[in-house]
Structure formats: C-alpha cells, structure tokens
C-alpha cells in the first residue's frame, strides 16, 4: 500500500529549522497519525509523502510557502495598554484574537510598555524554513466514517 488520498498514515518526525535546532518531534510521544489528503499536516510534508511506502524514511526541506507562510508585517498591531485590563501582560505571552478574515488567530506579544503593547499575528513558524526527518510506520484505509468527519478515529485519532 502507499500513501496516498484517504490513507491513515502513521508517521514519526522530528522538524528542524536552519540552524538545526528541534522545533518538534513525536520522539518519546505517540507517533502522528492523520488522514492524507484532509489537510492535516502542511501542505508541503502531505506533498512529500505521497507515494511513499511503509519503512520509507525522507529528509525534505520545505519553503514557508507549502507550510506556515511568509511572515506578513502588516500581522503586527500595536493596542492601547488599558485593553488588556489588569492583567500583566509580557512578551512571549499568546492570546486568542480576531483575524483579519473574521478567524479566530493565535497572537503574540513583541513588545509591552505602559501605554502600548505589540502583538504579532503570524504563526510562530511563519518565515521559517522547516526541515523534516519522517519515518513511514503505519498505512491503512480510512473508514467511511473517518472520511466523512476528515479526521481520523481510534488511536492516535479523535476519540468518539
Ligand atoms: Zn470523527
């Protein structure tokens, strides 16, 4: 069997960006399972594995393009202080704001004085060159069922 439309694939990976540091890895986790073709992992890594067989290992280096995206300064908004209330806002800290097309986005504060803080819209990965180490351990055919929700059930899966 290999990989292609409507296969639950189990992978195991380990992302690096350029400089070779660990950004993720399922290694001393449950491997990733997730159904080919439904969008469940970037663009990009999906392209890569179609194709591929059981055993298969890859390297592949891929543009911010097929994965997070550019980064898009214009993601960057500077607020008043008083609309984050009491709270102590720093840098580093993430909150759940409205997005440009009405979508729910992750933000993160750059910068926080007493009058303004900056938040950052972009993906934590936007910009960035990702390069994945990806092991082939599992292949199987979805169920009707996990077709019909675009996600995979059972291990691994969605629970229900
Ligand atoms: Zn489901």
């Known amino acids: ?3 292609a439309e409507n296969k639950v694939v189990t992978i195991e990976y380990t992302l690096k960006n350029d400089q070779g540091e660990v950004l993720d890895t399922s290694e001393g986790r449950e491997p990733l399972v997730y159904l080919h073709g439904s969008q469940g992992i970037i663009p990009g890594l999906e392209n890569a594995l ?3 067989v059981v055993g298969d290992s890859l390297t592949v280096r891929i543009t911010p393009e097929d994965a997070y ?10 607020v008043p202080r008083e609309m984050f209330g ?17 979508d729910m986005i992750v933000v993160t504060v750059i910068d926080a004085n007493e009058t303004h803080v900056t938040v950052d ?3 934590p990965l936007a910009g960035v ?3 994945f180490d990806v092991a082939v351990k599992d292949i199987r055919d979805a169920s009707a069922e ?6 995979v059930h059972g ?5 229900h």
Do not use: F
């Not at 898009?72 to 500077?78: A, L, P, R, T």
């Not at 996990?146 to 996600?151: A, D, I, K, Q, S």
């Not at 291990?155 to 629970?159: D, I, P, R, S, V």
């Open 86 to 102: 009491d709270e102590d806002v720093e840098v580093g800290m993430q909150y759940h704001a409205q997005g440009p097309d009405d």
């Open 121 to 123: 819209g972009n993906h």
């Open 50 to 52: 179609t194709g591929k």
């Open 129 to 131: 060159h990702l390069n």
């Open 69 to 78: 995206g550019e980064r898009d300064d214009s993601m960057k908004q500077e």
């Open 146 to 151: 996990e077709l019909e929700h675009g996600h």
């Open 1 to 3: 069997m290999t990989i």
């Open 155 to 159: 291990e691994g899966g969605h629970q």
